[in-house]
């Protein structure tokens, strides 16, 4: 029989491609999310909606575990994957009630209650730990996108060694991601729009949080402009906090004749193909950066904060520069460095490109997890079990 694998996720869209990729590998796919059911029906993956409220919300979190029980038993899976924080807790342990005999989940990153220093999310911390391990104890595997994270919930007792995994992010569609950026003509007039007068265009992709570092960006922007720097420097991505504190909109305010807030867009491969250099001082703990990857597969320098998941993706002096988190002027520094040094840049390009297709496409990705549910099912076959957890 062919396995049948259930993706959990809230953005489960965004992972659309990775269902794609472990389809052609011979397993059947279906999904739940909160999202629109359209992509899963243009791709003929069957989608189950399962409301998901990101932020702190203990009777709608009831509700979401009462929808993914509902769906797995609906579906009736040999594998239940959660992704992002509440579905990698809640998925296992639904799966767990409805009779699923493989549970795994990617733990990616370790989200807003350890990115940001605030009374509620250090009141939060010890009931997410408490989820997390009962999420572990329910799981055959709990994956992790870089190896701090592992070693945390490992040091912490969240996950028993023995279970922990890595795995290099979601996987990067190169393919496609090209595809998306349009030809010349149309870059170039893009390029134009962003920066009429030619100056290099400098750009922050993602959601707008304080824990993000966009504070950062525009105190770094602002410098670096009265000292005479030549860029312009552009914000792209929505205010959802979705927990963590956003960035107040009379700040951007502020901000406006220095930096041009786009808010989001759906053209993201075109606007990071038009610039020069990418930058995320983000401060909060990611798997690994979906923007960063991106931006570094169409070919761009690379400024980020050493934090973990961007240390995966950027080595310091080749194909970028770190810089300590909440560093505004180390920012600033950095920025100017590479701004001022057009053959480094083109070559740290090459090898932000040239890194992603080594260690961070989808075809790798899609592989290790294909890999790991094998072994899985076979190891359920011959009779291993794994502690259920009540939901």
Not at 14 to 34: D, I, K, M, Q
Not at 310 to 335: M, Q, S, T
Not at 337 to 357: C, G, I, K, N, W
Request: glycine share 8%; hydrophobic share 50%.
């Amino acid at each position: 029989m062919t396995p049948h694998i259930l993706h959990a996720a809230g953005d489960t869209a965004a992972r659309l491609p990775l269902l794609l990729a472990l389809r052609a590998r011979g397993f059947e796919v279906s999904a739940t999310g909160s999202g629109d059911s359209a992509p899963f029906d243009a791709a003929g993956v069957p989608y189950r909606c399962v409301p998901l409220h990101r932020g702190l919300a203990p009777f709608a979190d009831f509700g979401t575990l009462r929808g993914l029980r509902a769906a797995c038993r609906a579906l009736r899976p040999d594998v239940v994957h959660g992704f992002e924080t509440k579905p990698a807790i809640y998925a296992p342990l639904a799966a767990a009630r409805a009779g699923v005999p493989v549970r795994v989940r990617t733990v990616t990153g370790l989200g807003w209650t350890w990115s940001v220093d605030s009374a509620k999310a250090r009141t939060l911390r010890p009931t997410v730990a408490a989820l997390h391990k009962r999420a572990s104890a329910a799981s055959a595997r709990t994956f992790f996108q870089n190896p701090e994270d592992c070693a945390d919930f490992v040091g912490l007792g969240l996950v028993d060694e023995a279970r922990a995994a890595l795995v290099p992010g979601s996987g990067v569609d190169v393919a496609a991601l090209d595809a998306a950026v349009p030809g010349p003509a149309p870059l170039a007039a893009l390029r134009a729009e962003l920066s009429p007068r030619g100056a290099p265009i400098v750009v922050f992709a993602g959601r707008l949080l304080v824990a993000k570092g966009v504070p950062v960006f525009l105190q770094a922007a602002r410098a670096l402009l009265q000292a005479g720097v030549v860029a312009r420097f552009v914000l792209v991505g929505p205010r959802d906090g979705a927990g963590a504190p956003a960035v107040n909109e009379a700040l951007l305010d502020e901000y406006r004749d220095q930096v041009l807030v786009l808010g989001p867009r759906a053209d993201l491969p075109a606007l990071l193909a038009a610039s020069d250099l990418f930058v995320l001082p983000t401060a909060y703990r990611e798997g690994l950066p979906r923007t960063l990857l991106e931006a570094a597969a169409l070919g761009l320098p690379l400024v980020a904060t050493d934090a973990p998941g961007c240390r995966e993706i950027l080595r310091d002096g080749w194909n970028g520069l770190r810089v300590p988190v909440g560093d505004a002027a180390a920012l600033a520094k950095a920025i100017a460095a590479l701004l001022a040094d057009a053959p480094l840049r083109a070559l740290m390009a090459e090898r932000s490109r040239e890194r992603v297709l080594r260690e961070f496409t989808l075809d790798r990705v899609a592989d290790a997890y294909a890999a790991h549910y094998r072994e899985l099912l076979a190891m359920a076959a011959d009779g291993a079990s794994w502690a259920e957890a009540d939901a």
